[in-house]
C-alpha cells in the first residue's frame, strides 16, 4: 500500500534552473518522509527548463505553464495536482535546514486551527543573518516587519508567536485552510499574494505563526538578476501598489475600509510624486497604473469583497489585536524614500 502524502514541496521556477536545482538538492537531502515535491516551471527559456527535466524527471514531478502568468497562479497550478495534507511552498533561490518540515508538521498535527506557518528565513550567503521572520499590518495599510532584513539572528525572534501572514519563499499551509480561504489571488500576479491568502485564512477561522524551528535559507536579488532591473522595479511598483490596496478592499471590514484605505492611497500618491520629483517618471507612472487598475476592476474586486466579508468568521475589533502593530509615521517614511527600499512592495 502506497504511503500516504503529509506534504507536497510547490517551488515555482522562472528561468533560475540553477538556483532551482540547489533547491531541490536540499530539499532530497533533508530526506522528508511522506513528501512529494512539485515544480512549477513558469515559462522558462527551454534550456533552462530542459536543465531541470535532465536533473529531476524521474524524481519530482514537473509542470510546466507556456508563459510567465506569475508566482500566484504557477502555485495553484501546483496545487491542483499536489495530494499533501500540508503544503510547503519555497521560492527557487532557497535551501533548507534538514528539520525544516519535520517541526512544521509536528505543530500543524498538535493544533487543528493552525492554519499557515512561516519559516525562519535566514539569509543564505550569511547564516547568521536575518532574511525574514514575519509581518504584521500597520495602522495605514502598509505592512511591517518584525525584523529587518540583514539584522544579526542573535535569538531575539526564536519565540513562537502569531503573525498576518507568511512570506512563499519558506511557508506551510494546511491544505483545508488553503481550499477554504480560495488559495491565492490569480489577480496579484506577484507581491503580497501572500498577505492576501493568510488574511483570508484567518478570516476563515485559522491562525497564523512564525515557526523558529523550521529554518529556510534564502539568497537575496536574485530577482533582479533573473528579471533585470527594469523589469522587476516594475513588478515592484505596478503590482505592488495594485496589490496593496486590492488586498486593503477585500479584507477590511467596512469601519476600518473607510479609515484606513483613504489614506493607503493618499501614501501611494504621495510616494509617486516623491519618485516623480527624483526625475523617475516610469516609476511615478507605474504607481498610478497600479492605483488606476483598481479603480477600472472595482466591480469585480467587490465581488470578491462580497464573498469574503460574508463567510469571515473574526471581526476586525477580534483580530486587529493580533494582526495589526502601529508604527510611527518615520518608520514608513524612512521605508518609502530610503533609496535601497523606495517602490519595493515587500519593502514596507
Same mark, same amino acid.
Given at each position: 500500500?502506497k504511503n500516504k502524502i503529509r506534504l507536497s514541496v510547490i517551488i515555482v521556477n522562472h528561468?533560475?534552473?540553477?538556483?532551482?536545482?540547489?533547491?531541490?538538492?536540499?530539499?532530497?537531502?533533508?530526506?522528508?518522509?511522506?513528501?512529494?515535491?512539485?515544480?512549477?516551471?513558469?515559462?522558462?527559456?527551454?534550456?533552462?527548463?530542459?536543465?531541470?527535466?535532465?536533473?529531476?524527471?524521474?524524481?519530482?514531478?514537473?509542470?510546466?505553464?507556456k508563459m510567465n502568468y506569475g508566482p500566484a497562479y504557477a502555485r495553484n497550478q501546483g496545487?491542483?495536482?499536489?495530494?499533501?495534507?500540508?503544503?510547503?511552498?519555497?521560492?527557487?533561490?532557497?535551501?533548507?535546514?534538514?528539520?525544516?518540515?519535520?517541526?512544521?508538521?509536528?505543530?500543524?498535527?498538535?493544533?487543528?486551527?493552525?492554519?499557515?506557518?512561516?519559516?525562519?528565513?535566514?539569509?543564505?550567503?550569511?547564516?547568521?543573518?536575518?532574511?525574514?521572520?514575519?509581518?504584521?499590518?500597520?495602522?495605514?495599510?502598509?505592512?511591517?516587519?518584525?525584523?529587518?532584513?540583514?539584522?544579526?539572528?542573535?535569538?531575539?525572534?526564536?519565540? +513562537?508567536?502569531?503573525?498576518?501572514? #507568511? =512570506?512563499?519563499? &519558506?511557508?506551510?499551509?494546511?491544505?483545508?485552510?488553503? $481550499?477554504?480561504?480560495? %488559495?491565492?489571488?490569480?489577480?496579484?500576479?506577484?507581491?503580497?499574494?501572500?498577505?492576501?491568502?493568510?488574511?483570508?485564512?484567518?478570516?476563515?477561522?485559522?491562525?497564523?505563526?512564525?515557526?523558529?524551528?523550521?529554518?529556510?535559507?534564502?539568497?537575496?536579488?536574485?530577482?533582479?538578476?533573473?528579471?533585470?532591473? +527594469?523589469?522587476?522595479?516594475?513588478? #515592484? =511598483?505596478?503590482? &505592488?501598489?495594485?496589490?496593496?490596496?486590492?488586498?486593503? $478592499?477585500?479584507?477590511? %471590514?467596512?469601519?476600518?475600509?473607510?479609515?484606513?484605505?483613504?489614506i493607503h492611497v493618499v501614501l501611494w500618491i504621495g510616494l509617486s510624486f516623491f519618485v516623480?520629483?527624483?526625475?523617475?517618471?516610469?516609476?511615478?507612472?507605474?504607481?498610478?497604473?497600479?492605483?488606476?487598475?483598481?479603480?477600472?476592476?472595482?466591480?469585480?474586486?467587490?465581488?470578491?469583497?462580497?464573498?469574503?466579508?460574508?463567510?469571515?468568521?473574526?471581526?476586525?475589533?477580534? $483580530?486587529?489585536?493580533?494582526?495589526?502593530?502601529?508604527?510611527?509615521?518615520?518608520?514608513?517614511?524612512?521605508?518609502?524614500?530610503?533609496?535601497?527600499?523606495?517602490?519595493?512592495?515587500?519593502?514596507?
Amino acid at each position: 500500500m502506497k504511503n500516504k502524502i503529509r506534504l507536497s514541496v510547490i517551488i515555482v521556477n522562472h528561468n533560475g534552473a540553477k538556483y532551482a536545482i540547489r533547491c531541490v538538492d536540499s530539499i532530497l537531502k533533508a530526506k522528508p518522509q511522506d513528501t512529494e515535491i512539485i515544480l512549477v516551471d513558469n515559462g522558462s527559456k527551454k534550456s533552462d527548463l530542459m536543465m531541470i527535466k535532465k536533473r529531476f524527471s524521474k524524481i519530482i514531478q514537473i509542470v510546466t505553464l507556456k508563459m510567465n502568468y506569475g508566482p500566484a497562479y504557477a502555485r495553484n497550478q501546483g496545487v491542483k495536482v499536489s495530494s499533501g495534507e500540508y503544503l510547503g511552498f519555497l521560492d527557487n533561490d532557497t535551501e533548507v535546514h534538514q528539520k525544516w518540515a519535520i517541526t512544521a508538521i509536528r505543530e500543524f498535527d498538535e493544533d487543528n486551527f493552525l492554519g499557515i506557518i512561516q519559516c525562519k528565513l535566514l539569509l543564505l550567503s550569511d547564516h547568521k543573518k536575518i532574511d525574514y521572520v514575519g509581518e504584521y499590518l500597520g495602522q495605514n495599510g502598509f505592512l511591517v516587519q518584525r525584523a529587518k532584513s540583514g539584522e544579526s539572528d542573535t535569538g531575539k525572534y526564536d519565540q +513562537k508567536v502569531e503573525l498576518l501572514a #507568511a =512570506k512563499s519563499a &519558506g511557508m506551510f499551509i494546511r491544505r483545508r485552510a488553503f $481550499l477554504e480561504a480560495g %488559495g491565492f489571488d490569480n489577480d496579484y500576479f506577484i507581491y503580497v499574494e501572500e498577505t492576501d491568502l493568510g488574511w483570508r485564512s484567518w478570516l476563515k477561522g485559522y491562525r497564523t505563526i512564525f515557526l523558529p524551528t523550521s529554518i529556510v535559507y534564502h539568497e537575496f536579488g536574485t530577482s533582479t538578476i533573473i528579471l533585470g532591473k +527594469k523589469q522587476n522595479t516594475y513588478n #515592484a =511598483k505596478f503590482h &505592488g501598489s495594485k496589490n496593496y490596496i486590492l488586498t486593503l $478592499l477585500k479584507n477590511l %471590514g467596512s469601519k476600518s475600509l473607510f479609515s484606513i484605505l483613504p489614506i493607503h492611497v493618499v501614501l501611494w500618491i504621495g510616494l509617486s510624486f516623491f519618485v516623480l520629483f527624483r526625475r523617475d517618471y516610469k516609476s511615478a507612472a507605474w504607481i498610478l497604473k497600479g492605483i488606476g487598475w483598481n479603480l477600472l476592476h472595482l466591480g469585480e474586486t467587490l465581488q470578491k469583497r462580497r464573498l469574503i466579508q460574508q463567510s469571515r468568521t473574526k471581526s476586525d475589533v477580534e $483580530l486587529f489585536p493580533i494582526i495589526l502593530k502601529k508604527k510611527p509615521f518615520s518608520y514608513f517614511l524612512y521605508k518609502a524614500t530610503n533609496k535601497h527600499t523606495v517602490g519595493n512592495a515587500e519593502s514596507f
